[in-house]
């Protein structure tokens, strides 16, 4: 009977806590899209009609495969969490840019096409990454546009999986 | 007495509970861990995502949960502590007991806990000092920055902590994240301490320090600086305080950090930036400063210079860095020395596990508990997870994934039938209540909890905690 009930407790539902402290250091998240930027990028409008979805996928590097529905606006860690993907402590700070659990890599013709560029903020997480690579990005970071439809973001294991015997 | 005979009720429900669960079912396995800090947490996590049998009970020394979280994150990083609520998820788990007020090693022994349970996981951090050992380091305003952290962030044994801030210069030995920490909470404004769960007490010392410069020493180069760039650049922008770099620590390090992997490339680049060619922007910030820290390089500390009774400076040794490896250069010490007057001095130089019990087989040199990949060395079922078994270094993500490591280990070896399956935590928790300890529940913590956050709220705080112990039993057992 606890089963199932045990099994909701590693893929947090952060939505749901409203005891969200303050943030009172100088790092600043933004959530916001950046607006302007050139053709190849994606575009970054988000619809007014809201609820819009695209197709997402989330590949591990033990090769499961996750296609998620992503609404656009939101971010990637908020995509991991609506759409119940278990990933181990994926998320641990909820998206305040105070670890790197969401840590996700991409092509680098995706990385290109991002809107904005890390902050010093986001790289100074990054840089205590598992595999950091130079297309990784955190998830919170990311926000997802209409264009992204499709797009497929790897889930770097942790340093313990490849400790593994 | 009144609050044991409350907690003995307690005690009852979690047998009851346990009875009515799981009576006539005798392969579930049980398994406990010992300390619910992080380490502790992510362990659980791992177990009860990975088993859904299992049943996890979660020991822990003091009467409120979540360590190093509670009682070592920096009160001004309240976005770390929002680990603590998928902590609150898994202890809510009806597969897991937090068991509160336990002192394993005295309350419970190691050995006791083998007997009720499939495997124990020890948890329980590194909540020792490294020592320098140097002559004058008992003297008064020689203090630990472990006691120091525990004082500001109201852990109970450090509330009384001897410090005197009516001072104008702090000497800090170590250039780690809790050398950094303890100088940002000595030098931010009040107004925005004021506004964090630092301890109402501590604030009102603070609020009265006359500290004005803060001097954080390592023994070798920048390179080899232990601090990670988040908290550098904390630092370097914060309000109404100067960092002094000296631009003869950094001069040609431009031509060595390019070439670094990315991680202490970017960090030695932010210090080299700052020390020689800092923005506009940078000065903007640092032109109206009152405070000032600055970093000092190649010193290892030789003596505690004093009056008699208080700390007056620190004698350094002037260090020689040796080895073609830039990264990884050795300190010989040289006849030079120099002397820098201070009226604190604050030791971060790490920390160190202890001995639970005498039969667990312990890395004195290192202070970790001797294992491999968290299974404790020839002690079938005994396990270590975070600093208890790796040292403490690292941030959250690294004790995360020692956590869910070593979770994972316990589970295979579950698997493959390494471990007896032992479902006995029933006689565990007999035992407890035979010997009167007052146990604190998950359910107890909450009362605690809404309790410290309607304290905060009333002061502009998002928690006040309680420091002392009794007044936690108190309200836990009321």
Redesign the interface.
Known sequence: M??L??????V?K?AQ?V?????????CINRKPNILLGARRFTTSVSTRAKETVSIQFVCDDGTKYTTNAKVGDNLLDVVIENDIDL??FG???G??????CHLILEQSDYDKLPQEPT??E???L????G?TDTSRLGCQIIVSKDMDGLVVRVPD???DA??? | MFPQRLCMQHLKQVLKHTVRNYSGSGNIPHVCVVGSGPAGFYTAQQLLKGNNKIHVDIYEKLPVPFGLVRYGVAPDHPEVKNVINTFTQTANNERCTFIGNVCVGQDISLSELQKCYTAVILSYGAEDDRKLNIPGEDVQNVVSARNFVGWYNGLPEDKNLDIDLDTDVAVILGVGNVALDVARILLTPIDILAKTDITEYSLERLRKSHIKRVILVGRRGPLQVAFTIKELREMIKLPGCRPVLHTQDYTGLDSIYKDLPRPRKRLTELMYKTAITPTETDYKLWNNATKEWELRFRLSPLEILHDGVKASGVKFGVNRLEGSDMVNQKCVLTDETESVPCGLVLRSIGYRSHQIDSSLPFDVKNGVIDNTRGRVKDMKGIYCSGWVGTGPVGVILGTMTDGFDVGKTVLKDLDTGLLDTISNREDALQLLQRRGVKTVSFKDWNKIDMIETTDGENIGKPREKIADIDKLLNIAHA
């Open positions: 606890s089963g009930a045990g099994m909701r407790c590693v947090p952060f806590f005891m969200r402290p303050m943030a009172l250091t100088t790092t181990d402590g641990a700070c909820e305040t840019l105070a670890c790197s659990t010093d903020e790289l100074d997480m840089d205590l990454a598992y950091l942790g340093v313990a400790r593994e015997p």
